[in-house]
C-alpha cells in the first residue's frame, strides 16, 4: 500500500516565511519612530577675506545684523509691547474725554462713518491688517487697536487711508449733513449704568475704544467684565421711556 505524501515541509516553510515578515515589520517600524538626523543640504559658507557678507537663506535674512540695517527689526513678536494691565488704574478727566471725542472726529469723514486708516498700506490681503487689529498691540508707543466688528475679508470696501494714493476729483456740491450725535448721558435713575449714545453695529467689540488700550478718555473703570450690553444699552436701538418726556 503506497505511503500518503507528507506536508510537513509546507507549514514549516510558512512558518518561517511569516516569522521573517514580522521581523522586517518590526524592524521597520523601530527605525520610522527614530526622530530624524537632519543634516544641512549646503555647508556653512566661510566669510570672504574681502569682508563680502556670505551667502544666506531667506529663512536666516531676517535674523541678519549686517551693514547700515542692523538695528532694523522686521519680526512683530520682537516688536510687540505688552498692553496695559486690566487692573491698571483709569484717570478720566473733561480734558482728556475731550482730545479723545477729538481725536475719533479727526479719523472719521462724518458721525458713524469707518475710520480712516492712518498709515500707507499695500492692500494686498486682510492679513496685514488683522497681524496688529486682530487683537490689538502695541508697538514703540503706538497703539493698533482691536477691531470693534467681527473679521471680515476686503477691509478697505470700508476703511480708506487719510492720504488719497490718487489726485481726488473736486467734491460736488451737495447738501449732506451726517448724523449728529447725542452725548447726552441719560440714566434710568441717579446711580444707574449710563446709556451707550451710539449703535452698537459692528462695534460689538466695546474693548476696542473702552478697553484698556482705548483712550484715556474713553477707558472704562471695569474693563474685566465682558458683557458689556448686560447694563447699558444702546440708545439708538431702545428709545427709554422717559425721553419722551
Not at 516553510?13 to 543634516?39: D, F, K, S, T
Amino acid at each position: 500500500m503506497a505511503k500518503p505524501p507528507s506536508f510537513a515541509p509546507y507549514p514549516r516553510a510558512v512558518n518561517v516565511a511569516l516569522a521573517m515578515v514580522i521581523g522586517v515589520a518590526v524592524v521597520g517600524y523601530a527605525v520610522g519612530i527614530r526622530p530624524a538626523q537632519v543634516q544641512a543640504i549646503f555647508p556653512a559658507l566661510a566669510v570672504s577675506p574681502s569682508g563680502a557678507i556670505p551667502g544666506q537663506t531667506y529663512l536666516d535674512w531676517r535674523q541678519r545684523r549686517d551693514g547700515p540695517n542692523a538695528v532694523v527689526r522686521s519680526n512683530l513678536g520682537d516688536l510687540r509691547a505688552a498692553l496695559p494691565a486690566v487692573s491698571s488704574p483709569v484717570v478720566r478727566t473733561p480734558e482728556n474725554k475731550r482730545e479723545a471725542l477729538e481725536t475719533r472726529a479727526n479719523i472719521r469723514a462724518y458721525e458713524g462713518a469707518p475710520p480712516t486708516i492712518p498709515h500707507p498700506i499695500d492692500e494686498q490681503n486682510p492679513g496685514s491688517c488683522l497681524a496688529c487689529h486682530r487683537d490689538g498691540l502695541v508697538v514703540e508707543g503706538r497703539v493698533a487697536r482691536a477691531i470693534s466688528h467681527a473679521t471680515y475679508t476686503n477691509c478697505t470696501q470700508c476703511h480708506v487711508t487719510m492720504e488719497p494714493r490718487f489726485e481726488k476729483p473736486p467734491a460736488p456740491d451737495n447738501a449732506f449733513v451726517g448724523y449728529r450725535l447725542d452725548r447726552k448721558r441719560e440714566q434710568a435713575w441717579q446711580g444707574a449704568p449710563p446709556v451707550i449714545p451710539h449703535s452698537v453695529w459692528m462695534r460689538d467689540r466695546c474693548e476696542s475704544c473702552h478697553g484698556v488700550a482705548g483712550l484715556p478718555g474713553l477707558r472704562t473703570t471695569h474693563p474685566e467684565r465682558g458683557q458689556c450690553t448686560q447694563c447699558h444699552v444702546s440708545r439708538t436701538e431702545y428709545s427709554p421711556p422717559w425721553a419722551a418726556r
